[in-house]
């Protein structure tokens, strides 16, 4: 297993739309131990394969819940979303000291492939929904800044410029 560098806002990989894992072979599997230590190493809670510069349909999420294990997720798919939504405070390893108020629905499905290649269907609610909802993003080259007003956006990215000086 390896740490590998977090792709930070500006990076192209991170505005692409990531490409289906036809297979999940060995080559994904160390994939997904390198992004579970490189999210570790950096303090997250979940990290998606863009971030760490490939266009790969590939996610790990821990929330360090007690009755959620660590796991990656291949081709992930939000399949239902509840309909109540709630707001919560959201960061990015990728836009690291920048944190807003997103709203997001409070519950979500989502199927795809566990680190074997079994179909895998996750009903989650609460940090583990936002959790999933913002590394699928992720995958579809959208970032939590553009889940935000206009307004909060543009005053984010201000702030990220200062804080890149």
Known sequence: MA??????????????KAEPVEEVDDE??????????TMYDADGVGLAAPQVGLSRRVIVVDTREDDVAPFGLVNPAIVETGEERERGEEGCLSIPGLKEIVERPSRVVVEGL???GNPVRIEAEGLLARVLQHEVDHLDGVLFLDRVSALKRNMLLKRWKKLRK
């Open 3 to 16: 740490v590998r560098e977090i792709r930070l806002l500006g990076d192209p990989v991170l505005r692409q």
């Open 114 to 116: 566990d680190r074997d």
């Open 28 to 37: 994904i599997r160390e994939l997904i131990d390198d992004m579970l230590e």
